[in-house]
């Protein structure tokens, strides 16, 4: 039996994830190198996915290759503190605005869940106010209103997975994004029992129009609401200190993963002090207790890949680098669809873009839902099948600083041609 034909045998849906491809699409990875993939067929892809984002550095990084294999030497996961980790406790510190305290985790919705049980700790309440259309991770607020297709009215949240709790749905409050009005009338309403505010301040790869962010920052403070940037996705992407650095708001907890493992498994909650202290052993019995642990949290393994990462992403040219090629990306998306006449809207920011079939600008995920789904479905089928690795459902393009000028042009060639086909 060939692999594709067994990945579907052992698999759901043949693939470990949202990569739900048709049988035809499908495939089975061998290896990566830099911005390539290579499937068991010899297949090369330029890759846009890189691990959902976390291979910022490019598949296979000789620094960060160097720095595994000589702790692997030295043991793999201790559960304890270790230098490697301590180190990087050191340095995330050091560059994240909101962090005063650490806690690892073994993943981004591990981060967020330790993040919202943190917020209801801390404020003896019992809401979360999340935006529609956010991704927090796999647990049950993280899909609250994830892809939601009735579009209920505000806040009344639509569970996007099956086995979700009928608790945590009545304790879910959604907004729209980017529209300050309506999210601080929902706070008004519902403030004193709202723990916590959690938003992915990038969402998806819809930027914060102006004073959004700050105007939630001034709300929450007002109603003595925890603000909770999520920045798994924009943490050391956007800029070396996160989303926050960036856009200049600081939460009072933040929750990262993805890029900062450069590959490898790893979550952090970082925050006020005050906060984060609630997990210390001496708390057992008293009401504001907060249990956490994690097996691999913490892990020398992947706090030597962080640490390398992090190395690379500190030196000169960096950032302007990363943000480079995604203007450069989006700019060509812009110029392409103008050029075939085609309606559409370029998303992004820093090292990210999202193209989108409609007409209206998209602020939100409503906006974003009116598009013409199915022909970005087609759109990135027809990409896939030219050598370009991506997520089919279209959410988001990644890039790494493995990219190269010629990468971005074969994408926006193969994008021509396929535009050609589906738009006539």
Known sequence: MNPVDLSFLFFPGGSLGEFNLPREFSTVLSHGKGSKLYDVSGKEFIDYSLSWGSVILGHAHPAVTKAVKKQVERGSSFSYVNEPVLELAQELVKAIPCAEKIRFAASGTEATFYAIRFSKAYTGRPRVLKFEGAYHGAHDVGIMSLFPQKLLPFPAPEPTSAGTSKRIQEEVLIAPYNDLKTTQKIIDQYGEEIACVIMEPLQRCTPPVKGFLEGIRKKTKEKGILLVFDEVVTGFRLAYGGAQEY?????????????????????????????????????????????????????????????????????????????????RLRNGFITLLKELGISGQVLGDGPLCQVLFTEKPVVDYRAAFRADREKARQFALGLFKNGIFLNPMGTKLYLSLAHSSQDIKKLLDVSRKELKKLFG
């Open 247 to 327: 856009y200049g708001v600081i939460p009072d907890i933040a929750a990262f993963g993805k890029a900062m493992g450069g590959g490898y498994p790893i979550g952090a909650i970082c925050g006020r002090a005050d906060i984060l202290d609630l997990c210390t052993e001496s708390n057992l019995g008293k009401e504001r207790y907060v249990w956490f642990a994690s097996t691999l949290a913490g892990n020398p393994v992947s706090a030597a890949a962080s640490l390398a990462t992090l190395k690379e992403l500190r030196k000169q040219g960096t950032y302007q680098r990363l943000h480079g090629i995604g203007e």
